[in-house]
């Protein structure tokens, strides 16, 4: 008898789902509710005490997503109609209370399984179901398992020498303590300047005794252009949402606007100030998405971007010697090929007495020690190491998961040297595995809400197709995943991305495989994919 036969026969309380879905994000909530209004029995597991995925363990001061409330959000009429953001873009409170709302109105949690982390899944050929198990010691089974864990469920902690010897308070940004974390009149010291470090950072520096701000990279962070929604922008806002909402599926990024169709090249620079000028005041990632269309394409293109966005930046910090590591002369890699984070103060709290910046480059990190950090030009004494160093993005939220295929194989061996995703949602050797912002699909370049949607309406009707056939068991094929790699390599390829060590390309992360994790033809050609395999019976899957 195989483990799993035995763990069903054993196992009395072993609950049988048609679907369990894995993180109570925005995929997992969508998917939930649309599985469960095709009749289907669905269960969500989630890790966390709380609704929200990233906005359940992201609760640092300051975080907030980088996206507008209004198209961070549900499509559907009866989610918006009553709801509203008080702020463009919403902190991670007010998106708590939007998923707050949206449970209430769907009824949600009663199938929602929380502290509940999922630990290992098990594939059982025999029936063709997946056995899940989970921190809490429970084991269910269901015929599909869909992954909806995000992109950035695995919080990444460098190997600093004597990090845990440090005395003080020290977190991640991911793993903030939920019951908050005072740094007024404390000494706080913040690694990385991430989207994560730029928002602790900015909150710091009003309330700190003092803020260290460690960076390696500069960002490129652009302006936020934040503002509070009163009940008349927001009435003239929504007269907009159902035509906002319809052109989200056909923009490059799943947003409401769209790369120009022009180069930077081809105008002349008048224009280019001009239109540089114009995106600059929208603000949000206009800059870098709403921009020339050869911006990523093009070295001479974003060369030009660089230097305007350098020349804004400059105007704001004083000191010439932290301008320059800030914003340096030279780049250290081109403009948007890391994701900028959009700052509200960020360069004007360096003009601050009570913040300093060390230049990781050329004063790097000796050790952690019991009272600070210790770097070549001596110590920073700090009460509080916040870690804003990002994600083993992508892929380490799906192969932290001990998944086994049916020959054993687990999905973290078989993207050892690489990723094979078919559509970013499947993988061969995987039957009745699905993900959601999976490895090879549009994930990082597409609005959160928008990716959830198109990409879970995709799976209910594959799951509803494999119903009506009387099929059990539905898999990628070998071919189709090794086509679909190559075509997201390529694209990534005549792209400027390659040249930056980013979360992107999972170059963030020592020894992870450096390869583009993302799809980068644009919303509107990955949906087209996605429909021609569907029209033609699922071509690229095996369905039996
Ligand atoms: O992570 P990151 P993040 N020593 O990987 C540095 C989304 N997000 O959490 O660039 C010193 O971007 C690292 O330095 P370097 C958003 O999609 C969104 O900030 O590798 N430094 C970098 O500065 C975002 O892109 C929102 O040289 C080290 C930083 O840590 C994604 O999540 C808010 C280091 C990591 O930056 C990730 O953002 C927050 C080391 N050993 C996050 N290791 C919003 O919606 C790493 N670093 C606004």
Same mark, same amino acid.
């Given at each position: 008898?195989?483990?799993?036969?035995?763990?069903?026969?054993?196992?009395?309380?072993?609950?049988?789902?048609?679907?369990?879905?894995?993180?109570?994000?925005?995929?997992?909530?969508?998917?939930?509710?649309?599985?469960?209004?095709?009749?289907?029995?669905?269960?969500?597991?989630?890790?966390?005490?709380?609704?929200?995925?990233?906005?359940?363990?992201?609760?640092?001061?300051?975080?907030?997503?980088?996206?507008?409330?209004?198209?961070?959000?549900?499509?559907?009429?009866?989610?918006?109609?009553?709801?509203?953001?008080?702020?463009?873009?919403?902190?991670?409170?007010?998106?708590?209370?939007?998923?707050?709302?949206?449970?209430?109105?769907?009824?949600?949690?009663?199938?929602?399984?929380?502290?509940?982390?999922?630990?290992?899944?098990?594939?059982?050929?025999?029936?063709?179901?997946?056995?899940?198990?989970?921190?809490?010691?429970?084991?269910?089974?269901?015929?599909?398992?869909?992954?909806?864990?995000?992109?950035? @469920?695995?919080?990444?902690?460098?190997?600093?020498?004597?990090?845990?010897?440090?005395?003080?308070?020290?977190?991640?940004?991911?793993?903030?303590?939920?019951?908050?974390?005072?740094?007024?009149?404390?000494?706080?010291?913040?690694?990385?300047?991430?989207?994560?470090?730029?928002?602790?950072?900015?909150?710091?520096?009003?309330?700190?005794?003092?803020?260290?701000?460690?960076?390696?990279?500069?960002?490129?962070?652009?302006?936020?252009?934040?503002?509070?929604?009163?009940?008349?922008?927001?009435?003239?806002?929504?007269?907009?949402?159902?035509?906002?909402?319809?052109?989200?599926?056909?923009?490059?990024?799943?947003?409401?606007?769209?790369?120009?169709?022009?180069?930077?090249?081809?105008?002349?620079?008048?224009?280019?100030?001009?239109?540089?000028?114009?995106?600059?005041?929208?603000?949000?990632?206009?800059?870098?998405?709403?921009?020339?269309?050869?911006?990523?394409?093009?070295?001479?293109?974003?060369?030009?971007?660089?230097?305007?966005?350098?020349?804004?930046?400059?105007?704001?910090?004083?000191?010439?010697?932290?301008?320059?590591?800030? @914003?340096?002369?030279?780049?250290?890699?081109?403009?948007?090929?890391?994701?900028?984070?959009?700052?509200?103060?960020?360069?004007?709290?360096?003009?601050?007495?009570?913040?300093?910046?060390?230049?990781?480059?050329?004063?790097?990190?000796?050790?952690?020690?019991?009272?600070?950090?210790?770097?070549?030009?001596?110590?920073?004494?700090?009460?509080?190491?916040?870690?804003?160093?990002?994600?083993? @993005?992508?892929?380490?939220?799906?192969?932290?998961?001990?998944?086994?295929?049916?020959?054993?194989?687990?999905?973290?061996?078989?993207?050892?040297?690489?990723?094979?995703?078919?559509?970013?949602?499947?993988?061969?050797?995987?039957?009745?595995?699905?993900?959601?912002?999976?490895?090879?699909?549009?994930?990082?370049?597409?609005?959160?809400?928008?990716?959830?949607?198109?990409?879970?309406?995709?799976?209910?009707?594959?799951?509803?197709?494999?119903?009506?056939?009387?099929?059990?068991?539905?898999?990628?094929?070998?071919?189709?995943?090794?086509?679909?790699?190559?075509?997201?390599?390529?694209?990534?390829?005549?792209?400027?991305?390659?040249?930056?060590?980013?979360?992107?390309?999972?170059?963030?992360?020592?020894?992870?495989?450096?390869?583009?994790?993302?799809?980068?033809?644009?919303?509107?050609?990955?949906?087209?994919?996605?429909?021609?395999?569907?029209?033609?019976?699922?071509?690229?899957?095996?369905?039996?």
């Amino acid at each position: 008898m195989s483990t799993t036969e035995a763990t069903r026969t054993n196992n009395s309380a072993i609950e049988d789902l048609d679907v369990i879905v894995v993180g109570a994000g925005f995929a997992g909530l969508y998917l939930l509710d649309r599985l469960r209004s095709m009749g289907m029995a669905v269960q969500v597991f989630e890790a966390g005490a709380g609704l929200g995925g990233v906005w359940y363990w992201n609760c640092y001061p300051g975080a907030r997503v980088d996206s507008p409330g209004p198209i961070y959000q549900y499509s559907r009429d009866d989610m918006w109609r009553r709801w509203q953001f008080g702020e463009l873009y919403p902190s991670w409170q007010e998106l708590r209370d939007y998923f707050h709302y949206v449970d209430e109105k769907l009824g949600l949690s009663r199938d929602i399984r929380f502290n509940r982390r999922v630990n290992q899944a098990e594939f059982d050929p025999a029936h063709n179901r997946w056995i899940v198990r989970s921190s809490d010691g429970s084991v269910a089974s269901a015929r599909y398992l869909v992954l909806c864990t995000g992109l950035s @469920a695995k919080p990444y902690v460098p190997d600093l020498p004597g990090l845990d010897d440090f005395t003080g308070e020290r977190h991640h940004t991911a793993l903030w303590p939920q019951q908050g974390l005072d740094l007024a009149g404390k000494r706080v010291g913040v690694i990385g300047t991430g989207a994560s470090g730029v928002q602790v950072a900015q909150e710091a520096a009003g309330v700190a005794a003092h803020l260290t701000v460690f960076q390696r990279t500069p960002n490129l962070a652009l302006p936020m252009r934040q503002k509070k929604l009163d009940e008349d922008a927001i009435r003239r806002m929504k007269e907009k949402y159902p035509e906002m909402f319809d052109r989200r599926t056909k923009t490059f990024a799943g947003f409401d606007y769209d790369v120009l169709a022009k180069s930077a090249l081809e105008v002349s620079d008048d224009e280019r100030q001009a239109t540089f000028e114009r995106l600059w005041e929208i603000g949000g990632f206009a800059p870098w998405i709403g921009s020339f269309n050869d911006i990523l394409l093009n070295e001479e293109a974003n060369r030009a971007a660089y230097q305007f966005w350098r020349d804004k930046t400059l105007k704001r910090i004083k000191d010439p010697a932290i301008a320059e590591i800030l @914003a340096p002369a030279e780049p250290i890699h081109p403009f948007g090929v890391k994701r900028p984070s959009l700052e509200q103060h960020f360069y004007e709290i360096f003009n601050q007495p009570n913040v300093s910046l060390v230049d990781l480059r050329t004063n790097p990190i000796e050790r952690v020690t019991p009272g600070g950090i210790r770097t070549a030009a001596g110590e920073h004494e700090l009460d509080i190491l916040v870690l804003a160093t990002g994600f083993d @993005a992508v892929t380490g939220g799906l192969t932290s998961i001990d998944i086994r295929g049916p020959a054993g194989e687990t999905l973290k061996d078989k993207w050892a040297t690489g990723v094979r995703a078919h559509l970013g949602m499947a993988a061969a050797g995987f039957p009745n595995l699905l993900f959601v912002y999976g490895p090879q699909s549009p994930n990082g370049f597409c609005n959160g809400p928008t990716c959830a949607e198109v990409q879970g309406d995709w799976i209910a009707r594959l799951l509803d197709h494999l119903r009506q056939g009387n099929y059990t068991r539905v898999e990628a094929t070998v071919a189709a995943e090794e086509a679909w790699r190559a075509q997201v390599l390529a694209l990534a390829d005549a792209t400027l991305f390659p040249r930056a060590d980013s979360w992107y390309l999972g170059a963030n992360i020592p020894g992870k495989p450096r390869e583009m994790l993302s799809f980068t033809g644009g919303l509107p050609a990955y949906l087209a994919k996605c429909s021609e395999s569907a029209e033609r019976g699922y071509e690229g899957f095996a369905l039996s």
